[in-house]
């Protein structure tokens, strides 16, 4: 790299400073400008250059006084009067020594942010457009968000994930705030874990501490169950939720017999566990908290719900965002199923309870649920917190689907033919059901039309780990030819992620009144594919 080139290319941003200039006209047109950061006579940018592949390769340019300059690592360097030049990798010693300088890089608490909105990122090159989008628009971007299952099945750490996040940080300038998810982890191990990458957040998975089997108790057995109990904590429950109703409020939340055994037997272990969490964890490390409820096969009714936060209450928890199951069915990838005046219904009766204990509700698995956003939207006054995820992915498919369809014909088909892969990992309808496009009805001419099938979606997307992994006498099969792809059309990819994410915020924020709607002002109406 031609350092004296590139020092002269510092001498001239900060003569646009001393200017009064922007960086919009600067002579080396692979510095990054949204990137340039200058503090004093000290100057920070990416360095965008192309390889003989066509990639977009990253470095960090740092121009600092030669005392301090060695907090970074540097591949080349040069010395300039009482400074030093230098070019380094985008790793984590050069990111944390970034960190010293620039503390909006490093995730902040939702606490302060009414709404917020996770992004998953499987593949680690998502973050750039979407901080893109999330700019001037009141909403917290949760970049880094994998749970322990997408990072086994993607190889991945959560060190891996926070870095990439930052880095996009840093690369957009974006110091509007930012968090960071240890999403749903299950024990005190992976909440270490993510504790100790720097996560601003835990997801608390509580699927391992929640008995699921109570819901289908039969009156009689619940009451056998729960005289199981000792005198004291029978007497507790009875005369705190037996036949007792709750204002929140302008909604009621009343507790038959039923509603009180189910919530106690289903849900009181997961409570103790959380309480722990709070106290070895959340406290010490000033974590935003965020509970799950959501992984079970059945909903949270508005009594499990109360109860549930009732008791986190009386041990002085509130969490900062909580996850109900709500009624219908949240499946991967595809939109809401199920009857959205019930929901709407039932909705707010829990956003009362979690304006009433003083959190905001969670939504998981809201990628694609279109048809419901403007109801989120408009009965959550209190503010939301949104998980996306794999549908980045598909978003990804879809440029492979356009400029490589040979490719994406063999990945579909590999998906199909093992989706029993996944079949522990996730319940969607696309296992049972046999509706999904069969392979032999697939070819390089229709399909792209396998993204706009819901079974087929949910081939694609639960079939990520498997299909970025598999090796054939020790080579990948698909992995290697897939970022061959998607590295050369970068901006296509970014194309799509925007048009994707802004049909669900533009919808939560009310910007349109349905998913039709959205759609119809959001989806291009040519091959855009072609532009690039």
Not at 180 to 199: F, I, L, M, Q, R
Not at 309 to 325: C, K, Q, S, W, Y
Request: proline letters at 2%.
């Amino acid at each position: 790299m031609d350092l004296k080139s590139l020092l002269s290319d510092v001498h001239e941003i900060l003569a646009d400073v001393d200017a009064g200039k922007g960086f919009d006209s600067l002579s080396n047109q692979e510095i990054y400008a949204p990137s340039i950061q200058v503090d004093r006579r000290n100057v920070y940018f990416i360095l965008h250059h192309k390889n003989e592949k066509g990639y977009v390769e990253k470095s960090l340019v740092v121009y600092e006084n030669r005392l301090t300059a060695g907090d970074f690592e540097a591949r080349e360097s040069m010395e300039d009067v009482d400074s030093t030049l230098l070019v380094g990798d985008l790793n984590e010693k050069n990111n944390v020594a970034l960190a010293k300088r620039f503390a909006w890089i490093r995730p902040v608490s939702r606490r302060n942010y009414k709404y917020s909105f996770g992004l998953g990122d499987r593949l680690g090159n998502a973050s750039n457009a979407h901080l893109r989008l999330f700019k001037n628009r009141g909403i917290l971007p949760v970049l880094a968000q994998q749970s322990i299952r997408e990072l086994m099945l993607m190889h991945r750490t959560n060190t891996d994930v926070f870095l990439s996040a930052s880095w996009a940080v840093f690369e957009e300038g974006f110091d509007y705030g930012w968090g960071a998810d240890g999403d749903h982890v299950k024990t005190e191990y992976e909440v270490d874990y993510a504790v100790k990458v720097g996560c601003s957040m835990i997801t608390l998975d509580c699927t391992e501490v929640i008995n699921n089997e109570a819901v289908n108790l039969s009156d009689e057995e619940l009451d056998q169950r729960f005289n199981e109990l000792d005198e004291d904590q029978k007497k507790y429950f009875n005369d705190t939720y037996l036949n007792k109703t709750f204002k929140v409020g302008d909604s009621e939340v009343h507790f038959t017999k039923h509603d009180l055994e189910e919530s106690v037997l289903t849900f009181y272990d997961a409570i103790l566990f959380a309480a722990q969490i709070y106290r070895d964890y959340v406290v010490p490390y000033n974590l935003d908290f965020e509970i799950s409820m959501d992984e079970t096969p059945y909903q949270t009714t508005n009594p499990n719900h109360y109860f549930f936060a009732n008791e986190l209450h009386r041990r002085g928890i509130t969490p900062v965002t909580m996850a109900p199951r709500f009624y219908g069915e949240f499946q991967k990838a595809i939109d809401y199923i199920g009857d959205k005046d019930r929901f709407e219904r039932e909705l707010v009766v829990h956003e009362a309870i979690a304006e009433h204990f003083g959190y905001r509700l969670s939504i998981h698995s809201g990628s694609d649920k279109l048809s419901v956003y403007e109801i989120i939207g408009r009965v959550a006054k209190n503010g939301w917190h949104v998980k996306t995820a794999g549908t980045n992915w598909l978003e990804a498919c879809r440029v492979i689907a356009h400029k490589d369809p040979k490719l994406m014909v063999e990945m579909y088909t590999y998906a199909y033919e093992h989706l029993d892969d996944v079949k522990n990992f996730y319940v969607f309808n696309a296992q049972t059901d046999g509706k999904a496009p069969k392979p032999e009805t697939i070819n390089e001419e229709n399909v792209l039309s396998v993204l706009s099938d819901d079974d087929g979606r949910q081939v694609m997307h639960t079939m990520y780990g498997s299909l970025m992994n598999l090796k054939h006498n020790y080579h990948y099969v698909f992995r290697d030819k897939f970022w061959d792809v998607l590295k050369k059309n970068q901006d296509l990819y970014d194309r799509f992620l925007n048009i994707h994410i802004a049909e669900h915020i533009d919808l939560l924020q009310g910007k349109y009144k349905s998913k039709e709607e959205a759609l119809d002002a959001l989806e291009p109406k040519t091959d855009i594919s072609k532009e690039y």
